[in-house]
């Protein structure tokens, strides 16, 4: 009896301890960014069109109990929109690049929708405080006539005239439209997901996660804020008091999709190794 109580004592220990996991490792991946701002929504100049951002690109470390873990991956990010530039008619004429670069740190909860040997399939949330690196809008067109809506201001440069249906503009290449200084330097991204972890062996684990992002706060300063909601009045023929482009609340949401390679450490392992020496003189008793 006794030899059949320890044995399933090892039994449980082993299945326990088999499923923690701590894992350290690189991924790199993609996201489809989206830039909802209610103001851009209500300009005839600007409609979205979709694109592909080569990031986050980071670092993983992952902690995983039975039914449970928790992961921790500092990237980098790039996000933001691009927008679509049509004339009077309807005619797309240019681009609006929204990119915005953060240096992030999301933290991860995992629910694990099972606990195979070899395969860890989790749902995910998590929370990411954000540092801006790098943020600006730029626009590039060719010579057109656009409908600025009552209340955005006409730049006064030279190649810039008003008429009754629109205004005509010159031809600009990668101008910047808003810069980095009216960027907020910190941003919270909270997300939910899924990620799955396939066992190579016992020392490496294949990854991917999929996640849909949100902006708790909008990515522009409370001063530039400010400025678009106190100069959102009619322009008069000089383009003022109008502001550079309509207010309307924005927040970012991006789709991301990455893939990862992670060293793993199974605390099995070294259970094994702790307890090897105290198993084996359970196998036989001595005489007399």
Known sequence: MRFIFTGLQLVIYHLVLSQNVESFGVFGGLNVPFTIDQGLQRDPRFVGKGVLRASPIGFYYGYDKSGYGFALTPSYLQIGQVFKIKNTSGGDVGLRNIRMHYFTVPA??????????????????????????????????????????????????????????????????????????????????????????????????????????????????????????????PSDVNGKPGAPDLYGSRRDIFISLEIGLCRTFQSKEKFQQKRGSNIKPRGKRPRG
């Open 108 to 233: 991860a909860l995992k629910i694990h929708v099972n606990d195979l040997a070899f395969f860890r399939l989790s749902l995910v949330a998590s929370i990411a405080p954000s540092l801006l690196l790098n943020g600006q809008e730029r626009i590039t067109h060719m010579s057109a006539k656009l409908k600025y809506p009552s209340g955005v201001s006409v730049p006064t440069d030279p190649g810039y005239s008003i008429s009754y249906d629109g205004v005509f503009v010159p031809k600009v290449t990668n101008q910047v439209y808003v810069s980095k200084d009216k960027f907020s330097a910190f941003q919270l991204f909270a997300a939910i997901g899924l990620r799955s972890d396939f066992d190579l062996n016992d020392d490496w684990s294949l990854n991917f996660d999929g996640r849909a992002n949100f902006s708790i706060f909008d990515s522009r300063t409370p001063a530039y804020v400010h400025q678009l909601t106190t100069r959102s009045g």
